[in-house]
Structure formats: C-alpha cells, structure tokens
C-alpha cells in the first residue's frame, strides 16, 4: 500500500466509524516505515523501531480498528482463511462476519469478477464497508482487468448499498512525487468519450455502506447509457465531492476549501436545458481541446446532480440533472424538466 493510499484510507475509516473486524483481500504489505507514516498523519511516532518498516496490524489500529483478518486464494503468505474469490459459495465462517473488506488489489486477478463481488457482499455486516483499490489505468498486465469507475458506482447503486467516497489518484513516479486526487463520479470522465486519460498511472479508490436491503448478486446497467434507454437515474445523494487536490508524501501539499456559486436567473435554451453565464472568476470549462477539463460541480438543494461533462444533445433530451460546464457558460436541466427559476429550488456551482 502507498503512502498517499493509506493516508486516505485512514482518512475514510475514522470519518465512518468503521466497526471491527476489518478483512483484507490478500496479506496486505505496507511500503513505508512507521516513522514515515506518523509524520505524514501529524502524529509524534513513540514507537521504538519507528525506522522499521510497518505492518499491517499496527496500520489498521491506528484507522481504529483491532482486529484484523486475512483472505487469500491459499495460505502460502500466512492468510487467516483461504478462498478463492471465483467460487459461488462463501464458506459459512465467512458470511456476515467483518465490518469492513478491503479490496487493496486483488480483484483485477480474479477472473469471475461478478462472484468476487458477491462474496465482498456476503462478507460484511449489515452497515459494514466494502472498500476497492482499483487500477484504473496504464496498468496493463498488472491483472486480469483495469476497471472504470463506472463498474463500482453503477454496481453499487443496483446493489443497493450507500456509496460514500469515489476518487481517482493520477501519479507517474519517473515524473514527480506529486499525486492528484480527483472526484470520480457518474460523468466524470465524459460520456462514454474516448481518450480523455493522460499518460499518468490512475487508480480507483472507492468505498460503499451495506444497508439490510443490500442485495448479494446485482446485475447493473451502465448508468451513463442506461438513463438514455430505461429513464434510470443515478443517486448521488450519499456521495461525498470534494475539490481537486494534490498529495505528496501522505500530505495535501495544495487543496483549498470550495467556492460557492448561486444560479440565479438561467434561460432558456433547448428542451430541458438551460445557459447561466458564469462571471470570470470561475475557471474555464470543457472545450473541444479538453472535453473534461472543468472541475465545477451542481447541486440542486444540496444533492449532487449530474452527470458532469453530459452532452448538450443528453441535456436537451434525457434533462434529470445532466449539465456542462463548457467555456464561460453553465449548461444544464433539474432533476425532474421543471423551470429552475419557478420550481422553488437552490441551484449552486462548487469549484
């Protein structure tokens, strides 16, 4: 596990309370000693051999979590149970029993990525937190698969589990130390569009609350498309968005608090869009050069809606929420078709 990693792992579980016992996928190895650790979290490290390099239990006990077990396809590195992730049925020992999984890197080598998932499920505690560590990109061979954010948040959303941090880490280490750290939600990336990734390693850190209606096996459809042909729409309303920021060490080397924009007064454009110019000290948008380069995000009564980056053509036609921020104007439609200026709710821009 990187630095960065699990600096916002630890981040994650402390913010949501999670409860023992935690089960990693695999033996997790930590690469960084405890000194190095202590320092990147602000902490004064007490331990005698802080230069030694960590372990896992004494990582997790400082996310608040004691108890600790392992799960792997054979028990060759030390795991607590051996399981093969591709397997339909979870043995009984297993069901139920942690309040949190950790998918730190492992289901990329899993083949039978559908029965991986349900097992996640069946794993945890109602309340508890399925967690995935995903290569999102320029990972090739590094498993089986690299995996959209797409597959985690529509899987999720038609498991019926409240999805809570979905981010995007883009680092090259022959380049810099610096990692950037990005919201990865429904539309992030565009809508469906090619090329929109750099050269830049990415990962997909993502984690969702099992409720007691969550369901085992779930059979998503891409919620990007699936609006378009069925009407689905996505729920954003549990999911945390957050300003771009950049890392290095384990440490936020530039983030700032969001600024705040009311849309007031929006005309008319087409179907269910609608065009609010924005003032000049909001960044430039998306453009032809770079059809994903805005940050801005909409929340109507203070849910997130979206997706970002939607076509004018899906704004006009499909609404529920798409919009754009294209050059110096905001294109977008409510929820529901109504008017934005007669139907009594608060439109805000965070950048």
């Known amino acids: 596990m990187a630095l960065n990693v699990a600096v916002l792992l630890r981040e994650w579980l402390l913010a949501h309370d999670v409860k023992d016992p935690i089960a990693t996928l695999g033996v997790m190895d930590v690469g960084f000693t405890e000194k190095t650790f202590f320092k990147a979290i602000g902490k004064m490290s007490l331990w005698p051999r802080g230069n030694h390099p960590m372990d896992a239990r004494s990582y997790f006990e400082l996310c608040g979590l004691g108890e600790l077990s392992s799960i792997d396809v054979s028990k060759y590195e030390g795991a607590d149970f051996e399981f093969d992730l591709n397997n339909e049925s979870l043995p009984p020992e297993l069901v139920g029993r942690f309040g949190a999984v950790l998918n730190g890197g492992t289901l990329e080598h899993v083949f039978h990525v559908p029965n991986g998932l349900a097992n996640i499920t069946r ?4 309340g508890g937190l399925a967690i995935h560590i995903l290569p999102m990109s320029n990972c090739i061979d590094h498993g089986f698969y690299q995996f ?14 409240d999805v ?8 090259d280490p ?17 809508e469906g569009i090619l090329g929109t990734m750099d050269s830049k390693i990415a990962f997909h850190m993502f984690a ?11 059979v998503p459809m891409q919620s990007l498309y699936g609006r378009k042909f069925i009407g689905q729409a996505y729920d954003t309303s549990s999911i945390e968005w957050f300003v771009p ?12 608090k969001p600024s705040e924009l009311t849309v007031s007064s929006p005309s008319p454009s087409a179907g269910q869009m609608w065009a609010f110019m924005l003032p000049d000290h909001v960044p430039a948008g998306d453009s032809s050069a770079n059809p994903i380069a805005s940050n801005l995000a909409l929340f109507e009564n203070d849910k997130l809606i979206g997706p970002s980056h939607s076509s004018h053509d899906t704004i ?14 905001l294109y977008f439609s409510s929820s529901d078709g109504t008017d934005p200026n007669t139907n009594g709710r608060r439109y805000v821009c965070k950048f």
């Open 123 to 126: 794993m945890l505690k109602p």
């Open 148 to 161: 959209s954010p797409t597959l985690m948040l529509d899987y999720y959303a038609a498991a019926q589990f």
């Open 164 to 171: 809570l941090n979905s981010a995007s880490l883009h680092f």
């Open 174 to 190: 022959k380049a810099s130390p610096v990692w950037q750290i990005r919201p990865a939600l429904p539309g992030s990336f565009g």
């Open 208 to 218: 969702a609350r099992k409720r007691a209606d969550s369901l085992d096996h779930a």
């Open 245 to 256: 920021f950049e890392m290095e060490d384990g440490r936020r080397i530039k983030t700032r």
């Open 316 to 329: 006009q036609k499909i609404g529920r929420g798409a919009y754009s921020h294209w050059a110096n104007v």
